[in-house]
Every structure is written in structure tokens, then in C-alpha cells.
């Protein structure tokens, strides 16, 4: 199986290193409301120029700020110099309470790639759960290290993981009164950051495609608002078009061939589709309202969206071809920015009551609505593509400018990400495989 990234390449040799195919006794069940991290050893990885604790470090610090695992302190540990070829003595991992181990290799091909090892073991079981190969360019170590973490992750959690992905933003610079804005992406831990647009244009919104490293965004430049794609394999960038009034990008639908967005006309703003190929427009809805932000399900069939045609700003759903409108959110307060969850389970939203602004989740049809975070201002959800996990950006009260946040579906592990600058408009990549 071949996984690409631009024109670094991971080959993935899959589960060669004979894993046990009993079941684990080591699992985390993620559907409960608060769960207690799971105690795991990170063993350095072996290697003769140092790559190999780094790709280890980069392992130990994404299943950390999961908020599903807590690495144990390497000064801890009992046994030294592990390598994937002998198994671990298992009584001096118990003792320590490293519910899970993980044992690595890196060595250098022939060719100049590097092949890197790694096996995961049950300690209490004295079970092997997982073992993988990778061939890679030795450039592209720390993205085989985020799809190592997705491996545990997936076998320990029964989840997909979500490291292995990418986050475009905008990126701020500059006064409030002269700010800068620019298209940036980067790995979904702050790493390898990347700019995409020079800042002589002003960039918002930007959204990926659910199934193509392809994002739109919009730009306001002398020749006013403008939507544009962008592939960001080969950084070739299209119109799609000029929209008057527009203040959001597009959102794709979840088989990238249309987008949905809302046009303003004559005061009021509704929703509608356009083709991408044939680049043909069909409207959605007919009110004297502002109809805006839509999203679609992940299967398709429905559109999430914000209205003020009851008075203030409320969430509705409704038909991809716009028919069974109807209004899902009665809390207190303004709701705004739906967007619907990969899973198809939630539906993510920001909500404005009194001076806080939150981030919250309910169902589809408007129940089981939690409030996650809140703050002065809290803004613009995207979700991982496994759906267990939101970025956002905040601004704080008086402050100079924003910067991105994540926050797990329990609303117990918040965490800044890192980034150079201010930053705001996050929109989380589908995963790189």
C-alpha cells in the first residue's frame, strides 16, 4: 500500500511483523464521557543518527495530547535497548504500570530510504497487538511517525486516528489596523508549517475536499471577493468564481464533485449548489432571511445550515436539493458555523449567549446539544476526519489576535496548537493515506 504526500512517499509494508490476532485485554472505550489515559511506554526507537528517539518523541507527544494515553517518563524505564527482534521482558513493564509498549527500529536502506520498524505489545498479556514496516525518504521520518501513532491509536481505541492529517489556516500578521492574512497549511500538530498564498490578497474560510488534497478558500483582492480552488499537490489554483456579498467559502460535498454556499441577492443571502464540473448553480432556498454557512452530511442526503428567519440566528436542516427545512436548535442565544461530523453522529456549531461565545455538538435532529468550550470569542469548528475531535480558533478578551485550539467530544482535553503567529480559519485535512 502506497501512501503519498507532494512527492515524499511512505511505502507501507503492513502488518509484516507477525501481530497477534487474539483480542487485546489493553483497550480504551473512547464512548465514555471522561476516560482515565492510558499508562504507555514510548521505547526510544533505535537508530545511528538520532532520527529514531525523534520519531519516537513525535509518537509519545501525539497519543499524549489525545487525552487517551499518558506516555510514561523514560526515566522510569527498566529494560534499555529494546529492539522489534526479542521480546520484552514483561514484568519490569508491569511493574512500572505500562499497560501498552512500543518498541521501534530505524535503519538505513541501500537505496538512501530508511526503513522503520515497530511493534506494540500488551504488557499485562505478554501479547504482541501490532507490528508494521515503512520505507521512506529520510524527510519525510516525522510523517511516518504520526502514521505509526494512527496505527496504535486505531488498534488500542477501535478508532480510526487522526495524526496523519493536515490543517490549512489563516495565518495573521501585523497590527489589527494592518493585518495581514495568508493561507498557510501544516502538519496537525503545528509541524511543517507551509505558505500558500503571498498575503497581498486578504484569504478566508478555507475548506478541503472530503476525498482530494484540494482546498477552496476565498480572496478579496482588487477585483473584489473570489472563490478559489487550490490542489495542493501541484499548487494549481482555479476560479470558481466571483461572488458579490459572499463572506463564507464553499463547503465541498462528500463526493467533491459540488460545493454548497450561500449568495446574497438583493439583501437577503440563500443557499445553493454548484456543479464543479459544469460549474451550473441550483438554489436551495427562497427566504427574505439570511441563509448561510451550509454543510452537508457526510452521506450526502442533508444540508446543515444557520438562518435568522425566526428573528436571530438559529441552525436548520434540510434536504440536499432543499426541500424539509426544518429548525433543529431552541437553546438560548445565537448558533452559527454548523458543520456536520464525519461519523454523521453530531452536528458542531458555535453559539453566542450573553458575552461568551461556545463551541458545542448535538445530534442532528437538535438533541443532545453540549456545550464543549467557551470563551470571549470561540469560533469556526472543523472536525478531525474520525470525528472524535475539534479545532477552532479564539480570541481573547482584549488580546492582539487569535490562535487555534482542539478539544476532544468529552470537553475535558483543550489544547492550544501550535503556530508561528496569530492564526484563525482552521479546516482539518481527510487523512493523508
Sequence with gaps: MMKSLFA?????????????PAAAKVEIDITQGNVQPLPIAINPFQSQNGVGRQISDVISADLKRSGLFAPIDQSAFIQKNLTPDVSPTFTDWTV????????????????????????????????QLDGQQFYTNPENWR????????????????E????????????????????????????????????????????????????????????????????????????????????????????????????????QQDGNANIYAMDLRSRATTRLTATNAIDTSPSYSPDGKRIVFESDRGGRQQLYVMN?????QQRISFGDGSY???VWSPRGDLI??????????????MRPDGSGERILTSGFHNEGPTWAPNGRVLMYFRDQKGGAGPHLYSIDLTGYNEQEVPTPGFASDPAWSPSLE
Excluded: C
Excluded at 484540494?214 to 470558481?240: D, H, K, N
Excluded at 440536499?320 to 424539509?324: K, L
Design 160 to 263: 480510526k486516528g487522526y495524526f496523519d492529517t493536515r490543517i490549512v489556516f489563516v495565518a495573521e500578521s501585523g497590527s489589527k489596523a494592518d493585518r495581514v492574512k495568508r493561507l498557510a497549511i501544516m502538519d496537525q500538530d503545528g509541524a511543517n508549517v507551509r505558505y500558500l498564498t503571498d498575503g497581498r490578497d486578504l484569504v478566508l474560510t478555507p475548506r478541503f475536499s472530503p476525498n482530494r488534497q484540494e482546498i477552496t478558500y476565498m480572496s478579496f483582492g482588487s477585483e473584489g471577493p473570489r472563490v478559489y480552488l487550490l490542489q495542493l499537490e501541484t499548487g494549481q489554483r482555479e476560479i470558481v468564481g466571483n461572488f458579490p456579498g459572499m463572506t463564507f467559502a464553499p463547503r465541498f460535498s462528500p463526493d467533491g464533485q459540488k460545493v454548497v454556499m450561500s449568495l
Design 143 to 158: 510523517r511516518v511517525a504520526h502514521i505509526i501513532s494512527d496505527a496504535i491509536y486505531e488498534r488500542l481505541t477501535g
Design 320 to 324: 440536499a436539493d432543499g426541500s424539509g
Design 8 to 20: 515524499a512517499a511512505v511505502l507501507v509494508a503492513g502488518a509484516v511483523l507477525a501481530a497477534a
Design 348 to 361: 458542531a456549531f458555535t453559539k453566542q449567549a450573553g458575552d461568551q461565545f461556545q463551541i458545542g455538538v
Design 336 to 338: 452559527s458555523t454548523p
Design 96 to 127: 512500572i504500570n505500562a499497560q501498552a509498549l512500543v518498541v521501534g527500529r530505524v535503519s538505513p536502506e541501500a537505496d538512501g530510504r530508511l526503513r522503520v520498524e515497530f511493534r506494540l505489545w500488551d504488557t499485562f498479556a505478554g501479547q
